[in-house]
């Protein structure tokens, strides 16, 4: 069933939110108390609608962080940075209905200093994700290799389609460069989906691809061939170098403990391979449909 804190992060952030709501009610609650309303003749409706644009919009860039970010010191800065620059924008605004008295002079000083606090907070906060955006593109680069294609990346895996991986093969062929391909396959998945169901299903294909890409090198490439099938290539490899990554693989996949949503107790499986040192001079359908009848066969006498 939708709802809006399932499509947002918010639920995660409720201490945020109220320290959202803080900021803006301390900003208000000052104006009334100390200051005094101005008689709207002196009152600028452009000056209201400038500064009032920015505290606005101040207040939908922290919410549109809490919506989005997870859980982190990446959104507790930018929380925090922007949290002290919407206080003062919020004073400023206020200013515009209202003028203080000589006695409350602090108020002009609260209403300048945490805008500059807040810069200094927001920096930290910008360097702090761009650390984590360069992890998470190195991470990309494992899956996408050199170049990406977002349109043929597979929505429960975030794995490519097998499309792209065989692009890549022809690509390596024509270069003359040698590479190893392999295709994993998990094994009695059918079973698994029809005694858990198929959303349980996609969950653990995803687990399974995070588990084979943390196992490749960096210019290796991990795709979804069908179903619960993985295909991957693997260039300037020794068959020997091939077939120790495909039992990492295999070992990470057969300890990997998941666990239904329903029942605390741990699911395993195994998989099986298939590998095959590509000539230039091979015809890429051929050497699938050997690979393909290969596994076959392994799943037959599995049985």
Same mark, same amino acid.
């Given at each position: 069933m939708f709802t809006f804190t399932n499509t947002t992060q918010f639920r995660h952030h409720k201490l945020w939110l109220a320290f959202t709501f803080c900021v803006v009610a301390l900003a208000i609650c000052l104006a009334f108390m100390f200051g005094n309303a101005k008689e709207s003749a002196v009152i600028s409706g452009l000056d209201i609608v400038g500064e009032g644009s920015i505290a606005f919009l101040t207040l939908a860039w922290m919410l549109a962080a809490l919506a989005s970010r997870p859980p982190g010191k990446v959104t507790s800065l930018l929380t925090v940075g922007l949290g002290f620059f919407l206080f003062s924008v919020s004073l400023d605004f206020l200013d515009e209905f209202f003028h203080y008295p000589d006695a409350a002079y602090w108020i002009s000083m609260i209403e300048s200093y945490p805008a500059a606090v807040g810069m200094v907070v927001m920096t930290a906060a910008l360097y702090q994700w761009h650390l984590e955006q360069r992890a998470l593109n190195l991470q990309l680069r494992r899956r996408e290799w050199d170049f990406r294609d977002h349109d043929a990346i597979d929505p429960i895996t975030q794995l490519y389609r097998a499309e792209y991986w065989k692009a890549q093969i022809n690509k390596l062929q024509q270069s003359g460069k040698s590479a190893v391909i392999a295709i994993i396959d998990i094994n009695n998945f059918s079973l698994f989906n029809q005694k858990h169901g198929y959303t349980e299903g996609d969950r653990y294909l995803h687990d399974i691809a995070q588990l084979v890409i943390m196992n490749l090198r960096q210019q290796d490439? @991990?795709?979804? +061939?069908?179903?619960?099938?993985?295909? =991957?290539? *693997? /260039? $300037?490899? %020794? /068959? *020997?170098?091939? $077939?120790? =990554?495909?039992?990492? =693989?295999?070992?990470?996949? #057969?300890?990997? @403990?998941?666990?239904? %949503? #329903?029942?605390?107790?741990?699911? +395993?499986?195994?998989?099986? %391979?298939? #590998?095959? %040192?590509?000539?230039?001079? #091979?015809?890429? @359908?051929?050497?699938?449909?050997?690979?393909?009848?290969?596994?076959?066969?392994?799943?037959?006498?599995?049985?």
């Open positions: 490439l @991990a795709c979804r +061939y069908a179903g619960d099938r993985f295909a =991957i290539l *693997m /260039p $300037d490899v %020794s /068959p *020997m170098q091939a $077939d120790v =990554i495909l039992n990492d =693989i295999k070992v990470s996949i #057969q300890h990997l @403990a998941f666990r239904h %949503s #329903q029942n605390a107790n741990a699911i +395993y499986t195994t998989a099986r %391979s298939t #590998q095959v %040192s590509l000539l230039s001079n #091979q015809r890429l @359908a051929t050497v699938l449909n050997t690979m393909l009848s290969k596994l076959e066969r392994a799943h037959d006498s599995a049985a």
